[in-house]
């Protein structure tokens, strides 16, 4: 979660204090479906209401970002570290359990005050059903040797992406992952009528 540089707080805790004080007037960017349940979550774990503004896109919605424009950003470490490192914008918090290899200095939601506030963006690969098992393990073996290689550990970390753990790199591990990630989602999506509301 990242900030425009002039919002006057600087962490979580700090965010959340402010909004307490200044009901309604925080503004939170919903350029996708992963940021829009984000900010759901936020609202629900810290009783608190956000203003949604629809944006087309990570984009466009960091140019305004930058320029101050709006308030609040959810995106992905890979877009948002260049703007943080050349200080246009500032992280409040990787929404992440863990602290992230490729950004050990942004603290997690639960250092930062607000526990339980996740959101990973992650990738996965699929093949079709009925894909022949040999040719699965010839492309997760091809797959897990590539992410074991140092330079590119090293050009993940630089772009802000994380490698998954050993045991999410097989072909039951982004299975078990998906269907955790549908059983905590599910019903937050539901609750506020996300894809049910007219566009």
Known sequence: MVANKDLP?????????????NPGKINFVNQNAAANVTGVLFENLIKQKVQFIPYRGAGPAMTDLVSGTVDLLVVQGAVA???IRAGKI???????????????DIPTADESGVPGLYMSGWFGFWAP????KEIIAKLNAAT??????????????ELG???APHTQQTPEGPAAFQKVEI???????KSAGIGTQAQ
């Open 144 to 157: 897990t040797e590539a992410l074991a290689d140092p330079a590119i550990q090293k050009r993940f970390s």
């Open 161 to 163: 992406l994380d490698v």
């Open 9 to 21: 707080a600087n962490t979580l805790t700090e965010l959340v204090a402010w909004m307490k004080e």
């Open 183 to 189: 059983e905590k989602w599910w019903p937050i999506i």
């Open 81 to 83: 570290l260049p703007q």
């Open 90 to 104: 500032k992280a409040l918090a990787n929404l992440s359990p863990m602290r992230s290899a490729s950004m050990p």
């Open 129 to 132: 059903k009925g894909t022949p």
